[in-house]
């Protein structure tokens, strides 16, 4: 892909925070914190170790909000995060956390596909879901709100994810094949494209949102847009937005935070 940018330089996040240690320290510590003061539940969705959901109760009947990790589809897990259910856990919202194996043990259509599986397992809760996620987990979002789930298990309700909410979200995989970033994916254009919602069929239903820190580069807010606009275009509601003052590692922070702008978001999504 010849386009005159710089790809490794615009999708080199850590290079671009060199403060991400300890950024990722904290998520560690305060994550754990939360999981002391409100065990999850574990969740199987398959038989690998990683193939597991941790859901942080709330106390209404109401959709559950999933947030799904990033880490470039090849690093971390759902643990890390533990501590964004605080915000919406506070308002009574359940929220779901999956992990998911990693590149490149596993490709990105893989993951995908144990995302779908997660999903599915969640659906059978029988309430409705939201799908966030951050990075790599902003793409999963797109993916699964962009699924067939008919198609996929006729066994499901017809519209199980209702909204998806991407943070800082991948959604045009094509310009990381050239990067360091696909050492392990070991995508090709073709691969990359397939695995691109960006180029899948729109959906049909629910709600997008994406969003951006304010302070990432500009294929992240390209990404987003890009997103937003055709999706847009072909007919669902969407919503493109910036985390104020923030890069790509804390763009997540707000969800820990029981008043903010993202938490009161998520919460409309959840109840309307």
């Known amino acids: ?49 990683r193939n597991s959901i941790d859901l942080f109760q709330g106390n ?40 998911y194996d990693l590149c490149p043990a596993v490709t990105v259509e893989e993951i995908i596909q144990q995302m779908r ?50 943070i ?18 070991h995508l090709d254009d073709a691969a990359a494209r397939a695995a691109s919602p960006l180029f899948w069929k729109a959906p049909l239903r629910g709600s997008l949102d994406a969003v951006v820190g304010e302070n990432e580069s500009a294929e992240y807010f390209r990404q987003s847009r890009s997103i937003v606009e055709q999706w847009g275009a072909a007919g669902i509601a969407t919503r ?3 985390v104020p003052s923030a890069n790509h590692f804390t763009a997540i922070a707000p969800l820990a935070d029981p008043g903010s702008p993202m938490v009161a978001r998520m919460m409309e999504l959840a109840r309307r």
Do not use: K
């Open 240 to 242: 493109f937005g910036a």
């Open 168 to 185: 800082s979200g991948l959604f045009d995989l094509g310009p990381l094949v050239g990067t360091s970033i696909n050492r392990a994916l």
């Open 1 to 49: 892909m010849s386009t005159g940018v710089d790809y490794e330089v615009e999708y080199n996040n850590r290079a671009r925070v060199p403060e991400n240690p300890s950024i990722m320290a904290g998520w560690a510590r305060d994550a754990a914190a939360y999981r002391a003061r409100h065990a999850p539940r574990a969740i199987a969705y398959g038989a690998g170790a």
């Open 60 to 99: 209404d009947d109401g959709p559950v909000v999933v947030f799904i990790h990033g880490g470039y589809w090849q690093a971390l897990d759902g643990s890390f995060f533990s501590h964004l259910a605080c915000g919406l856990n506070a308002h009574g919202i359940t929220v779901a956390i999956p992990s």
């Open 117 to 166: 599986m997660a999903t599915r397992e969640l659906a059978r809760l029988g309430r409705s879901l939201i799908i966030s996620g951050h990075s790599a987990g902003g793409h999963l979002a797109a993916c699964m709100l962009a699924t067939d789930w008919p198609a996929y298990d006729a066994s499901l309700p017809a519209d199980p994810v209702v909204a998806a909410y991407a």
